[in-house]
């Protein structure tokens, strides 16, 4: 067999199945070579049914590092209904820690609604919107800022036309607990994880959960208590399972809306960027977002770069050098829930 993706689980039987799914991709060292994907499946009994899932894009550690603990620790007997758990979607991007996979530039991210027969990247997006999703009622994917990015850490969800799937999705977002979310308006089709949640009938929530292709104390019990708080949340478990302090009670929710080019700063130039605004800070247009430094003109004085648009910040690049075309920093728009 050289295209598809073989999955092992049976999603039918209780019990804990742990096992790979393998992508078939021949590469030079090796033709009959499989992508093989860590996935567990834990089902005990009726009841509620989640899919846990990062490394979407590689670069991205708290929610790979949390969700591979959770699968040593959560135990059968501990939970009702099912949980499946896929640490590395995008398990090559993974491995050479880049955003994308060496295999075929894959954007996982991008890839859907994906390809039975295609690449790699694109037979796991469909795999995901068409077989994976669907056995699941609600999906978490975390992502976080990768390398390149600094992220205000927050959640996300899709706007949906169902009021009632929508109202399920705000509240679920809610319980996750963080005190800033987007709610996105991506359209039906969307090339995103949430997009495809939305067209496989899954509830889709996701965030971002810290940044700069690294791990933090505060952004892995951020990631903790929400993956926690999500499963208690819907019945699974009874009592925390990734956090090391007691949860505390959702604080207030701040929702954001991301939606016009200019809430955004983008060189327009080789350049080396120089913020001036931290993360989480309330601005006003025409504030100094930054400086755009020219390190081959060094005559030049630096570049005030400001805001068109007030809001919060909520992410900055993280590399000082920069190209034509990349985003500098980004404010997001305060919206009433």
Known sequence: MHSGLVNPIDFSRDGRQAGHLAIPYSIDRSPYYQIRVPILHLQNGKGPSLLLMAGNHGDEYEGELQLARLMRLMKLEDIRGAVTILPMANLPAVMVAKRCSPFDGGNLNRAFPGDPVGSPTARMA???????????EVTLDLHSGGTSMAHLPCTLIERQADAARFERSVSLMRALGASHAFIADNG?????????????????????FGGGGTVTPETMAFTAAAIDRLLITLGIIERPILSRAPLPEPGPLQLLSLSRHSQGIYANRRGWFEPAAALGATVSAGD?????????????????LRFAEGGIVISHRLHCDSQAGDCLIQVAEPIAA
């Open 188 to 208: 039906p089709a969307a090339p995103t994880s949430m997009g495809a949640a939305a067209r496989s009938g899954t509830i889709g929530l996701s965030g971002e």
């Open 126 to 136: 469909h795999f995901l919107e068409h077989e994976l999703f669907p056995r699941h």
């Open 288 to 304: 100094l977002a930054g400086w755009y430094h020219d390190l081959e003109r060094l005559e030049q004085p630096e570049e005030e």
